[in-house]
């Protein structure tokens, strides 16, 4: 993934410098330190390219099944999203969106939408919904959203962050962001530095099927890889969708340049980084980067753009309905609602179903369940929302089979065995020797320190496999079972409006 900022390119519909979206923008200086993933987001741009002005791409974000394409209200002018992600689990321990708006926001309607109070924190209206997200109004047309519940650290942020002028987030981001080979509407860095360990890498290498067939040196290649600073992802979106994914090493790359690409995309796959074109994509190697370049879908489009996605969604305040009947209204905000449902759900089988990883299907299947749970439910009919909380919790236990299977799988982990078999530098004494009349004298040679490592990964994984595999039958059943509620959920809405969904 890729994300830089532009120095000054001119938008297609909208003559503003980029430098005045981004990189001098108050929203990536209350991005905290603690970020190791921030994307920029020129909503605008996205909207008013030509693809999104022919393709009406704000439009479908109100009337139906697309618009989770571009996860923006149209009334949002650009945008940062900031996470901490876990390296381990591929979760997001906290997420934010700091977002910039067309017009003022009316955060009392917000309150009523979201069935919640109006409050005040730190000076600021504030807003905390059932659905996992607080609402700041940091200014009037700059708010805040965030999944963090602790009052506490909310109030905490607010206080460091206020009157902040410049970015705090780590110098890979922050020169990732806003460096003069920035382009795009959308722009994503993650910070991998310090993430690897040798020793880890060094194993994984080791059992890696790319790696199978290759003459390489292990430790070489595992001691560049743990080098690696960063990874960005970089969209611009003009006729078609151009899309970019680059990883930053601090050495060059130069020696492993015929594995590298191979050994990404296995990674990309492990991962649960779901990129169709990548395997595809054409492949520039400079000195110290690997970067894949291609033309994307706008399926692709939207699982970059969800990488990150706090509850801006929410940030749709009703204002830009020029519908005057309840009826017209709730059929109106269902259909999109439930359109959004059967989005995430088709995503989800196409990804997270053909993930060879469990840890990375379970990462998708979670995925999917938040962001159904987090959808702005204002005006929805309620026997859909009542759908879209238990198939939220369905997708949770499919998720949570998959991670909770490694309990099981968890403990083959310690049948996990490797032993290195270490033959030192000496200098040994050779006896005299005959074979077949050939007399062999005694002297002196130099042994090289040579390791052979020897495990039962291989073994130990195929047990796994088949635990997992044998779980495989009840998810299925739940699966089922979502399918099943959101056909009835359909039946129900086609009834109650008299029109097909």
Request: hydrophobic share 40%; proline share 3%; net charge neutral.
């Amino acid at each position: 993934m890729t994300r830089h900022v532009l120095a000054t390119v001119a938008l297609l519909t909208l003559l503003i410098p980029a430098s005045l979206l981004f990189a001098s923008d108050e929203l990536l200086a209350r991005v905290p330190a603690a970020a190791n993933v921030v994307a920029l987001v020129n909503v605008d741009g996205l909207f008013n390219s030509k693809l999104g002005v022919k393709q009406a791409w704000g439009r479908r974000y109100y009337t139906g099944y697309a618009s989770g394409l571009v996860a923006f209200p149209p009334t949002v002018q650009t945008s940062v999203l900031a996470a901490k992600i876990d390296a381990e689990s591929i979760s997001a321990d906290w997420e934010l969106g700091l977002v910039r708006l067309k017009q003022p926001f009316a955060m009392k309607k917000l309150a009523e939408r979201e069935s919640a109070s109006l409050e005040k924190l730190e000076g600021h209206s504030f807003v905390s919904s059932e659905r996992r997200a607080c609402f700041i109004e940091l200014r009037p047309q700059t708010l805040a959203v965030t999944n963090h519940q602790n009052r506490q650290d909310v109030a905490r942020w607010l206080r460091d962050s206020r009157g902040r002028e410049q970015p705090v987030i780590s110098d890979y981001l922050r020169e990732a962001l806003t460096g003069t080979n920035a382009k795009g509407q959308y722009r994503l860095a993650l910070d991998l530095q310090d993430v690897l360990h040798l020793d880890d890498v060094k194993l994984r290498l080791q059992n890696s099927a790319v790696l199978k067939n290759e003459k390489v040196n292990l430790d070489a290649l595992a001691k560049l890889i743990t080098s690696v600073r960063g990874l960005q992802i970089q969209v611009e979106v003009g006729e078609k969708i151009e899309g970019s994914v680059q990883i930053d090493f601090a050495d060059e790359i130069s020696a492993y340049a015929p594995v590298l690409p191979k050994l990404a995309l296995a990674a990309f796959e492990k991962n649960g980084v779901s990129i169709d074109e990548l395997s595809d994509a054409r492949v520039r190697l400079e000195t110290k980067s690997l970067t894949f370049e291609s033309t994307l879908s706008e399926i692709s489009l939207r699982r970059i753009i969800s990488f990150i996605q706090p509850s801006v969604g929410h940030l749709d305040d009703g204002s830009h309905s020029s519908e005057s009947s309840p009826k017209t209204v709730e059929q109106a905000a269902t259909r999109r609602f439930y359109g959004m449902i059967q989005m995430q759900l088709s995503d989800l089988e196409k990804q997270a179903r053909k993930a060879k990883d469990y840890t990375s299907s379970a990462h998708w299947f979670e995925t999917a369940a938040k962001k159904i749970s987090q959808l702005p439910s204002g005006d929805v009919d309620p026997e859909l929302l009542n759908c879209s909380a238990s198939v939220s919790t369905k997708l949770r236990a499919i998720a949570r089979s998959l991670r909770g299977v490694p309990l099981d799988v968890g403990a083959l982990q310690f049948e996990k065995k490797q032993e290195a078999y270490v033959y030192p530098n000496n200098y040994y004494v050779s006896t005299p020797w005959t074979n077949y009349a050939v007399s062999y004298g005694a002297g002196y040679a130099y042994a090289q320190n040579r390791v052979e490592y020897r495990n039962n990964f291989a073994e130990i994984e195929a047990k796994q496999a088949k635990v997992i595999a044998e779980a495989e039958k009840d998810r299925q059943k739940i699966w089922d079972m979502i399918i099943d509620e959101t056909s009835a959920i359909r039946s129900h809405l086609a009834r109650k409006f008299e029109t097909e969904f």
